[in-house]
């Protein structure tokens, strides 16, 4: 498996990743605008993006989403909850923080709850829910690697004061996430990458959250 990321997208400055399996087939995760970018990026990778893996429906998120469907024919996967988002300017909050040009997307959803485990290839991806940011904000695992989206960065969290936003479902979430074994290399939507024994030493909110595992 090998990881990419690629440089802060959207006004947002919003992080994604390409995960390339050993067929050189690839997992965009989150897609947050310019597809032309992504996809010279995936091209002169000598890869080919067969899915998109939503950490949430937020505009900063999936505003590339229909461009690279529609010029790929990938699937598309994003939690139940947040599904309806995808066609819904004030689920995206693309009406709340006044976004030209987004592009919804109204194609075909694969979408998926904690119970599933996404696959490409080799690549096998946990799915952790951590409501809190969203309702169906997650988080993918796959090996030791961890993409926590908007609900854990480095020294830091997501919002929860947006619509939809719940801080003590944050807290609850960031408690499953401290409960986890091993020393993940967290690769977050936004800032940079961190890992989760240096969250969990650093990060007020993670340590909070901690201490009510005690």
């Known amino acids: 498996m090998n990881i990419y990321r690629l440089k802060p997208l959207s006004v947002c400055e919003t992080n994604s990743y390409i995960v390339a399996s050993k067929e050189n087939n690839a997992?965009?995760?989150?897609?947050?605008?310019?597809?032309?970018?992504?996809?010279?990026?995936?091209?002169e990778k000598g890869l080919t993006l067969k899915k998109i893996f939503l950490t949430h429906g937020?505009?900063?998120?999936?505003?590339?989403v229909a461009d690279l469907a529609e010029r790929t024919d990938c699937e598309v996967y994003i939690h139940v909850f947040d599904k309806p988002k995808l066609t819904d300017d004030a689920g995206t909050l693309v009406n709340l923080f006044r976004v030209?040009?987004?592009?919804?997307?109204?194609?075909?959803?694969h979408v998926f709850t904690e119970d599933d485990v996404l696959k490409l290839d080799e690549l096998e991806f946990d799915v952790l829910e951590t409501p809190g940011h969203?309702?169906?904000?997650?988080?993918?695992?796959?090996?030791?690697?961890?993409?926590?989206?908007?609900?854990?960065?480095?020294r830091s969290v997501g919002r929860t004061d947006m619509p939809d936003g719940d801080y003590n479902a944050l807290l609850r979430s960031l408690c499953k996430i401290a409960d986890l074994g091993g020393n993940l290399?967290?690769?977050?939507?936004?800032?940079?990458?961190?890992?989760?024994?240096?969250?969990?030493?650093f990060n007020p909110y993670l340590i909070q959250a901690a201490e009510g595992l005690k």
């Open 185 to 201: 290399t967290v690769y977050p939507g936004h800032m940079g990458v961190t890992t989760l024994d240096a969250e969990r030493k």
């Open 100 to 109: 030209r040009g987004h592009r919804k997307y109204e194609g075909g959803v």
């Open 134 to 154: 969203t309702s169906g904000s997650v988080c993918f695992i796959c090996g030791t690697d961890m993409f926590s989206g908007d609900t854990l960065f480095e």
């Open 27 to 43: 997992v965009l995760i989150d897609a947050p605008a310019d597809p032309d970018y992504i996809l010279g990026q995936i091209e």
């Open 58 to 64: 937020h505009f900063d998120h999936v505003g590339a």
